[in-house]
């Protein structure tokens, strides 16, 4: 019967499937690209270090949050609110809304991943400038857009799960096999000494507390919702703590390897610390293409950034059709035709604002300020649509779930009063932050 296969379909058929499908969403260019520079950018050792807490003190309360609610209401954000609080609906739509934009900007970035992959692997290392002369990253960007949208037109069980299972630790290997390939270079110990280099002084500069919330936030795909919709599609109630835990520490982890990995090459090379977003796509092309077995490197490198996209840009476009499927009443097949259609046309004018076009927004380039505009200054905003939930769906209900699984130390009581009470004190901080900055 085609209700019963389709139902089937959404829902993930283990408890490690829905670990490697919500990693697979966390591990993305926020690990190979953004960690990386902003890293050199503020210190090393004082960045992770900031970054560690920020994941502790908000990230993981954040992941059982959306964990739980989604396992125990089974409903996607926009339907949670209307369960839930149905007057604050209008609020639901700022991440649906932020999530569509980033993913138009997102299949941009993975398509220059795809076209350094293809074009390290055939030995033409063309510069950056070059690439981006020549409009290809536009057709470039509409590949990355389909291969998107394939899992999804397939299904939770046949297309995202699928993916997930062979990608996301075919990306784990590779990446194990990069550090330990970089750790016979000579720029290692550098690279080790800058990650244990911890400045004091610089703990308390707010700047680096914005950009280490913010990348948080970022690299575990919370305070969206996202992971409401995954969860939902997770019928074995296992540890929620264990779920938490395990895909922060796995998406953490690839960035501390990511990051050994680019910074054993930068130093070995003699290139700046603080080369900011050039590092991945103008900085290492330069040095693949010189360095010994730089070919080889170069294009496992380019590979796994583009499996990072790829698996993240999944995970945003199913938050989306999980959401509007209902709402519209239209097919996954309609609705994944219509939504990429809508996005690649949003996506043209970012991969356009590196061409000679120069395309402008508020006066950044149109990528830099969707960038900026959307991603950054929404984040708190986003979040605090997530958190608000804390105080409507039913307290006992949510701490029930969050201890389902947990048969000896049971949290939830605590992480409830912790999202209730602090996050949302957290999320004002960022806020102020980062108006100020922007001010
Ligand atoms: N976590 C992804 C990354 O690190 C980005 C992402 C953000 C994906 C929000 C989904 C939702 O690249």
Known sequence: MPEKESEENNQFSSALVFILASVGSAV???????FPYLFGMNGGGTF???YLVCVLIIGIPLLILEISIGRNLRRSLLEVYE??????????????LVEFVLLSVYVIIMGWTFYYFISTLTGNFNTFDNFILTYESVLYGIVALLLTAIPIYLGVKEGIEKTSKYLVPLLFVITLGLVAYC?????FDQAIQFYTTVDLNKLTDMNL??????????????????????AMYNVH??????DALTISILDTTISMLATIFIFTIVFTFGYSVSEGP???????????????YGQIIGTLFY???????LTSAISILEFLISNLQNKLNWSRGKLVVVLSTIIGILSIPSALSYSPLNNQFLGMKFLDAMDFYIVTLLAPVCIFTIVFLVYFVNKKELIEEIDLGEKTIKVGKYVHAWLKYVVPVIVIILTINIILQFL
């Open 28 to 34: 993305g260019l926020g690990n190979f690209w953004r």
């Open 48 to 50: 992770v270090l900031v």
């Open 83 to 96: 369960l839930t609080c149905v007057k604050y609906k209008f609020l639901s739509y700022i991440p649906i």
């Open 183 to 187: 750790i016979t270079l000579p720029g």
């Open 209 to 230: 507390l914005v950009a280490a919330i913010s990348q948080a936030i970022f690299s575990l795909s919370v305070g969206y919702g996202l992971l409401i919709t995954y």
């Open 237 to 242: 109630k296992e540890s929620i703590m264990r």
């Open 278 to 292: 050039a590092l991945a796509f103008v900085v290492l092309v330069s040095i693949f293409e010189t360095m010994q």
């Open 303 to 309: 590979l796994c950034l583009f499996m990072a996209a």
